[in-house]
């Protein structure tokens, strides 16, 4: 049985991260958030403490779930494992979207603690494509992949990683989770055009948007998801909604959760760039497109 009365078949606006620390705050006051994404990973307990408020939210607010063990890029067989806790949670609680990331975590069944990046060559690009069809079939339903931060490039890489992106969407039928934080990141890490990059993504496949912070490091900008949204990643995310159109926009922020009225201020933020694009009732076509100086 659903526990999820309230999930949509479609998400709009400017989502929040759900975080433990603010379980209560979410409960006492019903704050006027569209909808909120769970890191499923924290949620495959048989019991306790999250599952428990997970099913209170989700009877006032839709859900999505966003992951990181999948593990889609590694050449060990999928977890079966997970995806079957998986499944049962997605059939507990009905999220609108289940995502992943275009990276690996395990090797020879140990995993790791980051999302580690994979050389973009045809080979790579094959056998993710594979793995993201078993998983769909093994959700029964169509996944969302997130483009990776990225710090280093492989040299034996056969092609961007934007067409690398494309090619995985067209061969495994899913569609994108566009991370604009990641993009700006690796623009400036590796020094490509962020904005031709948003250039060569198929707009009818994203269907959501992540925006997060990030933290400038000796010679690099390093992803922590911890710090407010930098002004050039706004800039590129209102390119984005140019292109792309009012996609559903997530506040993502995980290292030193900060006060939830902090998460609404950037929240806003997100939704009057949203909102002005709506109310231009233009449709987001490259000759309207405006790059910032």
Known sequence: ???????????????????????????????NVPWFEVLVDNYMGKGGLPLHYL???CQHYPITFHGVGMSLGSTD??????FKQLKQLKQRFEPVHISDHIAWISVSRQYMHDLLPLPYTREAMNLISV????????????????????????KNSEM???????RVLDKSGCDLLLDVNNI?????????????YLDGIPAKQVKEIHLAGFEYREGYLYDTHGYEVRNEVWDLYQYAIQRFGAVPTLIEWDNDVPEFDTLIVEADKANSILNRFAASHRKPTSSTLTKPA
């Open 184 to 196: 700006y990141v690796s623009a400036q890490n590796q020094g490509f055009d962020a904005y031709e």
């Open 131 to 154: 793995r993201i069809c078993q998983a769909q079939d093994i959700l029964g339903e169509s996944i969302l992949v997130e483009n990776p931060s990225s710090y280093l490039s492989f």
């Open 55 to 57: 099913e209170q939210i």
């Open 1 to 31: 049985m659903s526990h999820n009365p309230v999930k949509a078949d479609l998400i709009s606006g400017t989502g929040l991260g759900l975080r433990f620390e603010h379980y209560q705050r979410i409960l006492a006051d019903r704050p």
């Open 160 to 166: 961007s990683e934007v067409e690398f992106i494309q």
């Open 77 to 82: 067989p999928l977890n079966l494992d997970y």
